[in-house]
């Protein structure tokens, strides 16, 4: 039947082509942002995991600037413990030349100043090995710690060395000096103590330093993991979605041509009244 009230077969085409205009808008908005799931109503559980999981790699990445943080500290602590350590066996070389009994006194004065000289950087090293604020060799220096996980809940902490003329790593005080021959046995024992001590504070520094890069590297690796699942969930598949964007606009295009088709069919009822 020919009808000029109802169209029927251009309603179908017209439907036909809001559902192909429809599927090119989502196939156009995937290309545009890379994204399969880029908002709740795309599929509202898959967006829900993947909010999920990308709030937990925004706190790794705190996590990470913490670790960071922290180990520079670290590293900075070791940096001048080792220069403190290698000062201490410099002044044992100055101390050990001091208790030479045929030296004049000009001689053994001149050995002192070296030490002297070489006692004091210690404490300007010391009070200089800070970062970010933080130093763990000064005395009455404060343990330093840095997030282990998402929630802070779980930390690391570096113990502080108290690498200071007044503390009890370095057995020497800032007034030790070798202008005699006894002064400089009773230092030379003071600074064979201190270099074992030095040394083992070193090694704690070294290991609190090793654990902050191991877990530094695994909360690295977790974070890409994480990236990769959540682009699993969510990423468009760009090669497949362009072979599917030609479809759509061939479709789209026989849709228009087809609906121009359907309008036309109404203008047969003139012909019968010619």
Known sequence: MTSVNTNHGAMIALQQLNNTNSE???????????LEV?????????FAIAQGMRADVASYGVVQQSLDRVG?????????????GDLLIEMKEKALGAKDETLTTE?????????????????????????????????????????ANTDGSSTITV???????????????PASDIDTVTKAGNVITALETSIDNVNAALA?????????????NFVTKLSDAMETGIGN??????????AKLQSLQTKQQ???????????SSGLALSFFR
Do not use: C, P, W
Request: charged letters at 20%; zero cysteines.
């Open 107 to 147: 001689q053994r004065d001149a050995y002192d100043e070296d030490f002297k000289a070489l006692r004091d950087q210690v404490s300007t090293i010391v009070d200089n090995a800070e970062f970010n604020g933080a130093n763990l060799l000064s005395n009455g220096a404060d343990d330093i710690t840095a997030l």
């Open 254 to 264: 026989l849709g228009v041509q087809a609906l121009s088709i359907a309008n036309q």
């Open 24 to 34: 090119l808008s989502t196939t156009q908005s995937r290309i545009n942002t890379g």
């Open 233 to 242: 969930l969510v990423d468009a598949d760009l090669a497949k979605e362009s």
């Open 204 to 216: 704690r520094l070294g290991t609190g330093s090793k654990s902050l890069e191991t877990h530094s």
């Open 38 to 46: 880029a908002s709740a109503k795309d599929n509202g559980a898959v």
């Open 72 to 84: 520079s500290t670290v590293d900075t602590a070791i940096a001048a413990g080792e220069a403190v």
């Open 159 to 173: 113990a502080a060395e108290d690498l200071s003329l007044t503390g009890s790593t370095i057995t020497l005080t």
